[in-house]
């Protein structure tokens, strides 16, 4: 596949690589503990050769290295988003790339994806390399549903022993993950579980509309997207929620019938959820160490939240994106006037839910969903949002802020990233002109954003924000 993305090469052309050097100094930093919740005295961070060199006085610098003077300003891991669909169309990831980078998010996880599998890794490993101007990604998208399948490219498995066909071919493609969808049976989802486990695999995705939360936990699903499903559980009548979809499967167009059925489910859910039944299926999620991935911003979608067309936001958009998403969409015609009436008490009871699972210690990994393909679902931008959205359900800036920078990258058990600022740990970084683990409002003008030891400084994102979207 032909697919436009940001050549190194040409930001260094146009003076908006702030620095491109092998040796990198911040000096007049102060570095965040987002674990641990602190804030060091200034001090210089050396990055050299895309990673952190050593932290110190500038007596520990190395003669001729370049030197950025923060002036007392504050330095963060770079964001994660861990669920986003960045392969949609030929020229999403350019967009994607810019939109991530000037808001601070230097890594990405794509969970579904129109490309393939070679072209995506050819697009990671040119990120990776330099060639390409990008955040680290990890490609999770290998989902894995029902016949005929939710949407195009994916993975059909029918029986148990389709499943084991099916992991045998993502482990072989080389994909980060697998991703269980909606429409699985049962015993064809164990089978994927017992398989992407037996591969090495971490088994991530929805849970099937045909099982329950506990029947993921008992498969040892290790992440699970969207937190509706959560808050269903915390219902006595889950089960009999999920037999009625499973009865609609069977129909001749399972994937209208289950969308039809479902829409019934929140107001199951209101009336019955349980504060005595959550409070031991989260115990029991928190045990197992299910992550949620919550795309709580998706909600706003569905409620008419849109934003206003001259917002730097979607003047970053291409034309034919603001189009599109201008026209009428399949899932807004399936909203009933019921779903409609119950929208902000299903919305807040997720959020009140989702402040419990944190506080019974879920891992929660920040994610919005965004995509080409989801309308008002914004590249970066988003995911600031999402973090907003935490705080606003409790959570404080600091444990908002692990969901975005700590968890993901111990969840993807990367070798030389776990959410520290510490030598020898990767140089993705975001520096700030406030605290913030006083206030979010700071990551919104980062003062700079650093990919692999590369430094984008303020006059940079701003070119980046001002480029034709096409």
């Not at 993502?170 to 994909?175: H, L, N, S, V, Y």
């Not at 299926?281 to 909600?299: E, I, Y």
């Not at 908002?400 to 990767?426: C, E, M």
């Amino acid at each position: 596949m032909k697919y436009r993305v940001i050549p190194a090469a040409l930001l260094i052309a146009s003076g908006a690589m702030a620095q491109d050097v092998r040796s990198l100094v911040l000096s007049d930093v102060r570095v965040v503990d987002i674990a641990r919740g602190a804030v060091s005295a200034p001090v210089s961070v050396v990055i050299s050769d895309g990673a952190i060199a050593a932290i110190g006085t500038l007596d520990d610098i190395a003669p001729g290295s370049a030197i950025h003077d923060a002036k007392g300003q504050f330095l963060i891991p770079g964001l994660w988003d861990s669920h986003v669909h960045l392969f949609t169309s030929a020229d999403e990831p350019e967009t994607a790339f810019r939109m991530a980078i000037v808001n601070g998010v230097t890594g990405l996880r794509d969970m579904g994806a129109l490309w393939p599998i070679a072209d995506q890794q050819a697009l990671r490993d040119a990120t990776e390399s330099g060639a390409t101007v990008g955040p680290r990604l990890i490609l999770s998208g290998a989902w894995v549903d029902a016949s005929p399948g939710s949407w195009p490219g994916m993975f059909l498995a029918d029986t148990p022993t389709a499943a084991q066909q099916v992991v045998a071919r993502i482990a072989d493609e080389g994909w980060d993950a697998v991703k269980a969808y909606s429409m699985l049976d049962g015993a064809t989802y164990a089978a994927l579980a017992e398989a992407a486990h037996r591969a090495g695999l971490k088994l991530v995705g929805h849970v099937p509309e045909r099982v329950t939360l506990s029947d993921a936990l008992d498969a040892g699903q290790d992440g699970i997207e969207h937190f509706g499903r959560v808050t269903k559980a915390c219902s006595p009548r889950e089960r009999a929620m999920v037999d009625r979809v499973a009865t609609a499967l069977d129909a001749d167009n399972p994937r209208d019938a289950m969308i039809a059925e479902m829409t019934g489910h929140n107001r199951i859910v209101l009336d019955t959820w349980d504060a005595a039944l959550c409070g031991a299926v989260l115990a029991r999620m928190a045990r197992a160490g299910m992550h949620v991935s919550p795309t709580l911003v998706v909600a706003g979608f569905y409620t008419g939240r849109k934003a206003a067309p001259d917002s730097p936001r979607m003047r970053m958009l291409p034309q034919a994106v603001r189009d599109a998403w201008a026209g009428p969409d399949f899932r807004l015609d399936a909203m009933t006037d019921d779903l409609r009436a119950i929208a902000d008490a299903a919305i807040a009871l997720d959020h009140r839910t989702l402040a419990l699972a944190h506080a019974a210690g879920v891992p929660i990994l920040a994610s919005t969903d965004a995509s080409f393909a989801n309308p008002q679902l914004f590249h970066g931008f988003s995911l600031l949002d999402e973090l907003d959205l935490y705080v606003a359900a409790g959570l404080t800036p600091r444990e908002a802020l692990y969901t975005a920078t700590v968890a993901p990258p111990r969840f993807f058990r990367l070798r030389d990233q776990d959410g520290s600022i510490a030598p020898g740990r990767r140089a993705d970084l975001v520096l700030l002109d406030a605290n913030p683990l006083e206030g979010l409002a700071t990551l919104r003008d980062p003062a700079a954003v650093i990919l692999r030891g590369v430094m984008l400084d303020r006059g940079a994102l701003a070119e980046m924000r001002a480029a034709d979207p096409g």
